[in-house]
Nanobody
Framework: QVQLVESGGGLVQAGGSLRLSCAASGRTSGTYAVGWFRQAPGQEREFVAAISWSGSSTTYTDSVTGRFTISRDNAKNTVYLQMNILKPEYTAVYYC????????????????????WGQGTQVTVSS
């Protein structure tokens, strides 16, 4: 069992930045990929970014490419999502999730590829 806890959300003005963290605990001795998803009110949860265990491979949804950067520090069991030049339409609850392997963008964008999920952190971008 792996527990994931997100933090770093908050209220920020458009054009600003936030860095989200996803801290893992429990059975973290194995290798796992991590993805970030977001869910706006009344909308489906959508894929944002994912990173492999080593950190050498990453993938992003097109709308955040160039704005968001996913990274990880395995010594701290933590994955980060640096979000820059934020837009109001990025307002959502952001979730991190752990997957047993890193694969193609299509597979990493599917919720079913992930075994464990955090509770989410709210990001609100004001105009």
């Amino acid at each position: 069992q792996v527990q994931l806890v997100e933090s770093g959300g908050g209220l920020v003005q458009a054009g600003g930045s936030l860095r989200l963290s996803c801290a893992a605990s429990g059975r973290t001795s194995g290798t796992y990929a991590v993805g970030w998803f977001r869910q706006a009110p009344g909308q489906e949860r959508e894929f944002v970014a994912a990173i492999s265990w080593s950190g050498s491979s990453t993938t992003y949804t097109d709308s955040v490419t160039g704005r968001f950067t996913i990274s990880r520090d395995n010594a701290k069991n933590t994955v980060y999502l640096q979000m820059n030049i934020l837009k109001p339409e990025y307002t959502a609850v952001y979730y991190c999730a752990a997957a047993p392997v890193f694969s193609t963008t299509v597979r990493m964008s599917r919720r079913a590829s992930y075994d464990y999920w955090g509770q989410g952190t709210q990001v609100t971008v004001s105009s």
